[in-house]
């Protein structure tokens, strides 16, 4: 054998094995850590992103309960459930048992001094009459408010984004983590407003959307089906009950200009 049939065979060879083998090595390892980061960071990050939103686009929950009993008006008791009608005119300036969401309130009845669209469906109720809870849930947070009350803050147990409030209430009987069921008493109605209401308690029921503003929407949209046409009913009779007692056929709009009864507009307030 030559002496340079010897070189290449012991020396360039072996040589250029080990460079092929390097550089596969080197190929592999790079295709492998590609690999690796494409399937962590953008699939199970955007998978992850797409449970959340798709669950935030909307309300986990469905409203089961109003939070308060409505019935037919009832002239013997004067009473419409738990709801008392007077001819007393309320020194609030608001003449309404029920106001919608997206009713203006006026300036000269606005805390702020200005106009401003009433972000949650408000009932006025006599003092001691009992608050309950709209949904299913857990109590997400139960915070002391400006007006001396409270807000019980319901939410699905898993994602707060969406947040179901019964606010302005007294006699809270619900603490955070509790759950709860619609229907179930967590307080009663506020006094903070009596001397407004001829001495009556209010408090006002809310879909709350979390963010950087959050904002308001109307809670008669979201109603479960198992209440949703009794309750439309109840409340058509409630308004118009009212109107009637204080001879003022004007209080509510007319039904056909709601997008929904119980709510003025379908876009969301913010606050």
């Not at 986990?60 to 109003?66: A, E, N, Q, R, V």
């Not at 408000?122 to 009350?149: E, H």
């Not at 969406?162 to 709860?180: L, M, P, R, S």
């Not at 179930?184 to 009556?200: N, R």
Request: a negative charge; one cysteine or more.
């Amino acid at each position: 054998m030559s002496r340079t049939r010897k070189i290449f065979l012991f020396v360039v060879l072996p040589l250029l094995v080990m460079f092929a083998i390097l550089a596969f090595w080197l190929l592999g390892n790079q295709s492998t850590k590609t690999t690796g980061n494409s399937a962590t960071t953008i699939p199970a990050a955007n998978s992850s992103a797409k449970t959340k939103t798709s669950k935030s686009d909307g309300p986990t929950l469905k409203i089961k309960s109003l939070g308060i009993n409505l019935a037919p008006f009832d002239p013997a008791t004067g009473m419409a459930g738990d709801l008392e009608f007077t001819k007393t005119k309320f020194t609030s300036g608001i003449q309404l048992l029920f106001s919608d969401f997206g009713y203006v309130i006026k300036a000269a009845n606005s805390a702020s001094g200005q106009d401003k669209s009433n972000p949650q469906p408000t009932f006025i109720a006599p003092l001691g009459t009992k608050v309950m809870s709209l949904v299913d849930g857990v109590v997400f947070n139960v915070p002391k408010l400006y007006s001396n009350d409270y807000s019980v803050q319901v939410y699905d147990g898993e994602d707060a984004t969406w947040v179901y409030e019964t606010e302005h209430i007294i006699n809270v009987t619900v603490k955070k983590g509790d759950k709860v069921k619609a229907g179930q008493v967590v307080g009663e109605v506020s006094d903070y407003s009596a001397h407004g209401y001829d001495g009556q308690g209010l408090f006002e029921i809310g879909l709350l959307k979390g963010g950087q503003t959050p904002q308001h929407f109307c809670p008669f949209s979201y109603l479960d089906e198992s209440i949703k046409d009794t309750t439309l009913k109840q409340l058509s009779a409630l308004m118009k009950s009212w109107e009637e007692y204080r001879g003022d056929m004007t209080l509510y709009p007319d039904e056909s200009t709601y997008p929904i009864l119980g709510c003025l507009t379908l876009d969301p307030i913010n606050g």
